[in-house]
């Protein structure tokens, strides 16, 4: 999930704008949460998901 739609409900404004602490708390902790996929980019999931798909076809092929 993102932040950047989120309101909140102490201050009812953006949770992305951080106006209060509790806005800041939860912005702090989304964006830990989401560290790791934030990190990937589409091309990097595309590269690691060809990889799996090689590693599979070469397992396959040596055990046939």
Not at 5 to 11: D, E, G, K, T, W
Not at 21 to 28: F, G, L, T
Not at 46 to 64: D, E, F, R, S
């Amino acid at each position: 999930m993102t932040y950047d739609r989120l309101v909140c409900a102490n201050c009812a404004s953006p949770v992305s704008e951080g106006r209060c602490p509790v806005c800041r708390a939860n912005r702090e902790r989304l964006q830990q949460e989401n560290s790791f996929l934030t990190g990937l980019n589409p091309t990097t999931l595309i590269v690691l998901l060809a990889m799996l798909v090689a590693a599979v076809a070469l397992l396959a092929h040596q055990t046939v």
